[in-house]
């Protein structure tokens, strides 16, 4: 994005959804936390950040105009 950031992710306790933040110490965004729910299964980890406000998304899911973003990101073998 031309840009470069950099933050830590800390874990919350184990709840369902599970929950992190994503605490940005570097970057345009500096001094945000988006909270975020997850999920990992297997090689596939799903994520939904709030890009703003204070409330963590309730479902992995995104809408446009929601305020949430939602990513999938899955692991590949190296060759």
Same mark, same amino acid.
């Given at each position: 994005?031309?840009?470069?950031?950099?933050?830590?992710? *800390?874990?919350? !306790? !184990?709840?369902?959804?599970?929950?992190?933040?994503?605490? =940005? &110490? %570097?970057? @345009? *965004?500096?001094?945000? =936390?988006?909270?975020?729910?997850?999920?990992? $299964?297997? &090689? %596939?980890?799903?994520?939904?950040? $709030? #890009? #703003?406000?204070?409330? @963590?998304? $309730? #479902?992995?899911?995104?809408?446009?105009?929601?305020?949430?973003? +939602?990513? %999938?990101?899955?692991?590949? $073998? +190296?060759?």
């Amino acid at each position: 994005m031309g840009e470069e950031y950099g933050g830590t992710l *800390e874990l919350e !306790p !184990p709840t369902i959804p599970r929950r992190l933040n994503i605490v =940005v &110490d %570097v970057g @345009p *965004e500096k001094g945000n =936390v988006n909270l975020c729910i997850y999920e990992i $299964a297997q &090689d %596939v980890w799903k994520i939904c950040i $709030a #890009t #703003t406000g204070s409330v @963590p998304p $309730a #479902t992995l899911a995104s809408t446009p105009g929601s305020g949430f973003a +939602m990513e %999938v990101l899955q692991r590949v $073998a +190296m060759t």
